[in-house]
């Protein structure tokens, strides 16, 4: 029975559908183009076994035809068989499922002569795969069924359950019997006709459908804004921005934030003139992740195929084409595979990655924009700060019982940077860029000789007046929700450490996007301000211990570690990033402390307290943790040994 379907496609892709009898190839599906399929010539000598597939031309119309073991998927990516039950023995049957640019399932039947035996619960079972929405679903073929059968038989019944329309059309067989029946879902076929066929003893049954009109999508594209940095030299930009600068004595005479901004104006006018910003569309696609180098080569290699078989229209061209395609469309499945497959075997014993792998096959949809404002996140932490203070209760003052001297030592300048100094740490740290910086870092490091003598002024004035220029004190913040399925509107959805500060300024050196460059520069500063106070407590003959001195180094996130160390007195003192606990001091795992040591503890600090005039004491809760000891009992043991004391104590929990 050959059937001819038009279901109001785009008129260059039109299909048609039918049971074929071409080249004696046996039952299967056929596809049939117009022209615009490609222009293939005539191919009508070919012999194909099943599992291939073969171009035919009728009627002016080119057919791709598919036999009924080929895996269309290989070839053109919109078809696919659907996955139909098996065993089914009374029946033939074939699939197709249209993916783009509309869903549609198409089943082709034949039916032998005969008695009916199990062909309505194999009809049963194979319409069961199909899923019950509004997708399209055309059920047509070669049932066998005389006109008084087709009611008594219980078919009409079965397919009116699955919501499937039957339409009448005049006899299909040169008999003059209706043998060929069309079932549509979910909206009745129209303009049924028949057309007797010489090479056939059945008629071409012709008819339309109507297939749900998609909304035009758009592709979203993602603005970018950009600088071709290629496109221009560093000795360009440093020769344009010293020609907009004053000379370095009238630079050196400006106020501090005169001279900031306008070394900064410069250096901005310099790449809006060489390297202006552009704009560019870019599709909002990610790459996928088992896509490596060799399918993208494999990619390359296709499409250059398409377009050379589109541009010549020649059969070789077109082999070579399908070639590729099947290649290409089996290393993407076996590369997907291998992917999942891989990230599974190493996260089945762990709960965490599995669930990660589930948002990589899954990705959740993207948080709608939010229309908070920096002022918003201020107040808003603003507030909680204030609230956590108001938590705590004020702490009586008592006075100390050592001496209180007079003098004390200040800080009151810091001594200047050397033009080299800046040069060496300049280069030497990352060249990352924020959005406020007037330049890119790893451009303002190339072109740091020239401008050497202007940023020297710029960090030694900064230094010697203990001001920050008003450009560097402007921040970037960028929020983060807690999880993407969070209301964006709720502030107090937003993770508290996402708020991390990207500003174009640094403690000591204002280098766009560094944070504390100068490590080396304030370890000198250290250095002196150590000797300094250990002049003075010389002076007034207080000793400095070393051995009970800490030297606490806080950097920045993005600070270059730094070995550092400082010398006082032939005794090395080394940076640590905590306190030393002075006091009970938390044994090793396997020597726990019990209530008796913690006890001898207690009377040994309560002794060196007596001894230096310590009128106050913070100490843990001790007792949680590994430690197994009672609080109560300890609470008790402390109060204990500093009853008849007047030590303030305070405890507090980690």
């Known amino acids: 029975m050959p059937v001819v379907v038009n279901p109001g496609l785009d008129r260059s892709d039109s299909l048609a559908h039918c049971i074929s009898m071409d080249c004696k190839m046996g039952a299967g599906i056929a596809l049939s183009f117009k022209r615009t399929f490609g222009g293939v010539k005539e191919l009508l000598a070919q012999q194909k076994q099943p599992g291939q597939c073969a171009v035919l031309k009728r009627d002016g119309r080119f057919v791709y035809y598919l036999t009924q073991a080929f895996s269309s998927t290989k070839q053109r990516s919109c078809f696919q068989q659907p996955h139909l039950p098996s065993p089914v023995v009374s029946v033939s049957n074939s699939g197709v499922s249209v993916t783009s640019p509309i869903n549609l399932f198409i089943i082709v039947i034949y039916r032998p002569p ?49 919501s499937l329309s039957f339409n009448s059309c005049p006899p299909t067989h040169k008999e003059g019997n209706v043998l060929d029946l069309v ?193 918003d996140f201020a107040t808003f932490y603003t507030e909680k700060i204030e609230r956590i203070c108001q938590t705590f209760t004020s702490l009586p003052t008592s006075p100390t019982s050592h001496s209180q001297h007079s003098a004390t030592p200040s800080l009151t300048q810091l001594s200047t940077v050397a033009a080299e100094e800046v040069l060496k740490i300049t280069r030497s740290c990352n060249p990352t860029t924020c959005p406020l910086d007037p330049i890119p870092s790893a451009m303002l490091q190339t072109i740091s000789p020239d401008l050497l003598p202007f940023i020297t002024t710029v960090i030694n004035g900064s230094l010697t007046s203990g001001h920050v220029p008003t450009v560097f004190k402007k921040a970037r913040v960028i929020p983060i929700l807690k999880k993407p399925a969070l209301d964006p509107s709720d502030i107090s959805n937003y993770r508290p450490e996402s708020w991390n500060l990207r500003n174009s300024m640094g403690m000591v050196c204002f280098l766009p996007g560094w ?61 640590s990033a905590t306190a030393r606990n002075l006091g009970i001091t938390k044994k090793k795992y396997y020597n726990k402390p019990t209530y008796a040591t913690l006890k001898q503890s207690l009377e040994a600090m309560k002794a060196h307290c007596l001894e230096n005039g310590v009128s106050r004491l913070s100490i843990p809760r001790i007792g949680c943790g590994l430690d197994r000891l009672s609080w109560e009992k300890v609470s008790v043991i402390i109060e204990n040994v500093f009853q008849h004391t007047d030590i303030a104590i305070t405890v507090y929990s980690l």
């Open 183 to 375: 079932f549509t879902h979910p909206s009745p076929a129209t303009d049924m006709t028949v057309t007797p066929l010489h090479i056939s003893d059945h008629h071409l049954v012709s008819f339309s459908i109507t297939l749900p009109v998609l909304p035009k999508r758009n592709p979203q594209h993602l603005s970018l804004t950009r600088r071709n940095l290629h496109s221009i030299s560093p000795s360009s930009v440093a020769s344009c921005t010293l020609s907009s600068l004053p000379d370095h004595e009238s630079f050196s005479s400006l106020p501090l934030d005169s001279a900031t901004d306008t070394l900064l104006s410069s250096l901005s006018s310099t790449m809006d003139l060489l390297c202006p910003l552009s704009t560019i569309r870019k599709k909002n696609s990610s790459t996928a992740p088992w896509l490596s180098d060799v399918l993208r080569n494999n990619r390359r290699e296709l499409r250059s195929a398409a377009r050379k078989w589109k541009k010549s229209k020649l059969d070789t061209d077109l082999i070579s084409y399908r070639t590729l395609l099947s290649k290409f469309s089996l290393d993407v499945t076996s590369a997907k595979t291998s992917f999942y497959k891989e990230k599974l075997e190493t996260s089945a014993q762990n709960p965490r990655k599995l669930h990660n792998i589930s948002s990589l096959l899954n990705p959740p949809a993207p948080p709608s924009p939010s229309s908070l404002t920096a002022e």
């Open 114 to 162: 005969g008695p009916l035996g199990n062909f309505l619960e194999e009809m049963d079972t194979l319409l069961s795969v199909f899923p019950s929405d509004s997708t399209p679903l055309t059920v047509l073929g070669d049932f066998n069924l005389p006109s008084d059968k087709i009611h008594s038989s219980g078919l009409l019944a079965l397919l009116n359950s699955f």
């Open 515 to 575: 944070s504390l460059i100068s490590d080396t520069t304030a370890s000198a500063r250290i250095s002196a301000c150590l000797a300094d106070i250990s002049s003075w407590m010389t002076a007034h003959q207080l000793k400095l211990n070393p051995s009970k001195t800490e030297l606490l180094i806080i950097p920045g996130d993005t600070s270059p570690a730094q070995d550092l160390a400082i010398s006082l007195s032939n005794s090395m003192i080394s940076p």
